[in-house]
């Protein structure tokens, strides 16, 4: 008996251990002050930031894409400008931490200025607000006009996914 109870034991400790491990790997969280900041700053939820973060870079801040989409966030060069200067920021460096969260928060809140739905919003991160409205309009993947009832390209189809399957234990973390 004493030695299954030292099995069950052991048992208990290994799969705690397990999930602290697989926890820390899948689902990391740094940069939560800035987070927070940003998006309270900016009005997005912190949980929805994050999971950004997760999906883009993995809370790597130096993460170049094979597109050139730079930093935590993975913003372009021209979205991270346009950005900076509709906040008045002259000079940034676009893999400081805070500069990245703050640029990429705020990109987020203009997308939900311009669409209302979260899926559209992330669709749009991804695939460019262009890309977006042309879907709008065409009833194969719009019957509203303001949300997508399908997203043409399977990359964006799956990040959409990927965010808001992050999003469901991130904003739990908030």
Do not use: H
């Not at 969280?29 to 998006?39: A, G, P, R, T």
């Not at 509203?144 to 999003?167: A, Q, R």
């Amino acid at each position: 008996m004493k030695k299954f109870y030292t099995i069950f034991l052991l048992s208990i400790v290994f799969f705690i251990c397990g999930s602290i491990v697989f926890r820390y790997y899948y689902y990391p969280l740094k940069y939560e002050d800035e987070i927070v900041y940003f998006s309270k700053k900016y009005d997005v939820d912190p949980g929805l930031v994050a999971s950004v973060i997760r999906v883009e870079s993995s809370f790597d801040p130096y993460t170049v894409s094979n597109k050139n989409a730079k930093g935590l966030m993975q913003l372009l060069t021209t979205t991270a400008d346009d950005m900076a200067q509709r906040l008045n920021i002259v000079e940034y460096d676009i893999f400081d931490v805070k500069t990245n969260i703050e640029l990429g928060t705020y990109y987020l809140s203009y997308l939900f200025e311009i669409f209302d739905d979260q899926n559209t919003v992330l669709a749009s991160y991804n695939a460019g607000m262009g890309n977006v409205k042309n879907w709008l309009a065409d009833t194969r993947y719009s019957t509203d006009g303001k949300t997508l009832k399908v997203i043409p390209f399977s990359e964006t189809k799956e990040y959409v996914k990927k965010v808001n399957k992050f999003f469901e234990y991130y904003k739990l973390q908030f």
